[in-house]
Each structure stands twice: as structure tokens, then as C-alpha cells.
């Protein structure tokens, strides 16, 4: 299947629009992870369990979209959007939120 952030592919007509495909990942931060990510914030660099969490994320939602357009009949996903934000209490939990228009494209 053929995801993009583009409204369309360059040399291929979109046949039909199915409808807007949405996915989710919300996922928690554990402890040690928290700890090891504040101390790299005092102290400078990047927080690798935090990058490896947001990857998993977005991977799980781009997933859902696919698995939900896939059922739709589309081959493409067009103008993907990805949105992030930290939930729960102190912004304990990643969330990923995915979207897009699934459709055929010939």
C-alpha cells in the first residue's frame, strides 16, 4: 500500500476516494525510562528510550490506517498527518495519532 503526506502521486489518477482512515497508539513511559530521560535533560543529549517509544507509536498507528483502508478496497493512503502529544498525568504517555484519505489510485 502506498502512504503519503502528498494529496496525490505524481503519474497516477486517483480513481476513487473512500474515506478519512484514523489510528491511534497511546503508550506509557515507564519509570526507569523517565528517570534516564530526566537526567539527560539536565545534563544535555537525546533520550533514546523516548525516540524507540515514538517509533513504535507511529508504527502501530500507520498500521491501523493501513488495516482500515486495506478493508476500505484502497491501495493508497494520501495527505497523511502525524500528530503527537505527551497524556495522562506529568506526561506520562505518548499518544500518536495518525490520519489520511484512503484511496484507489490507478
Known sequence: MIQSTTPNIEGRRIREYLGVVTGEAILGANVLKDFCAGIRDIVGGRSAAYEK????????????????????????????????????????????????????IE
Open 53 to 104: 517509544g515514538f517509533r513504535k507509536a507511529r508504527q502501530i498507528a500507520l498500521d491501523e490506517i493501513e488495516e482500515e483502508a486495506t478493508e476500505l478496497g484502497a491501495n493508497a493512503i494520501l495527505g497523511i498527518d502525524i500528530d503527537i502529544e505527551t497524556v495522562g498525568a506529568h506526561g506520562a504517555m505518548l499518544m500518536v495519532s495518525v490520519n489520511g484519505t484512503a484511496v484507489t
